[in-house]
């Protein structure tokens, strides 16, 4: 019982650091993104256009890392495919 208790916690552990440093880097760099990109288009104006759709796509692909963390760690808590490997001792 006590490999099994232990098994859950370290995959309660796991998935809670997984989100955690994933969304800390997703938010990191959508912040340094949209800084560099408002300061580009702060210094080249007319060069707004291609700067914005850019952006919106870095920012996309940056928010798919965080979402595929989130998947990550729900497969870690509901879905874990270690479980099998875990044994309860008598």
């Given at each position: 019982m006590d490999?099994?208790?232990?098994?859950y916690t370290i995959s309660i552990v796991a998935a809670g650091?997984?989100?955690?440093?994933?969304?800390m880097?997703?938010?990191?760099?959508?912040?340094?993104a949209a800084a560099s990109a408002f300061?580009?288009?702060?210094?080249?104006?007319?060069?707004?256009?291609?700067?914005?759709?850019?952006?919106i796509l870095s920012l996309a692909l940056?928010?798919?890392l965080a979402i595929y963390a989130l998947a990550?760690?729900?497969i870690i808590l509901f879905a874990n495919p270690?479980?099998?490997?875990v044994t309860v001792l008598p």
């Open positions: 490999n099994v208790l232990a098994f650091l997984t989100i955690a440093l994933a969304v880097g997703a938010a990191s760099a959508q912040g340094r300061e580009a288009m702060a210094r080249q104006p007319e060069a707004q256009g291609g700067i914005n759709s850019s952006l940056i928010e798919s990550v760690s729900l270690f479980l099998s490997y």
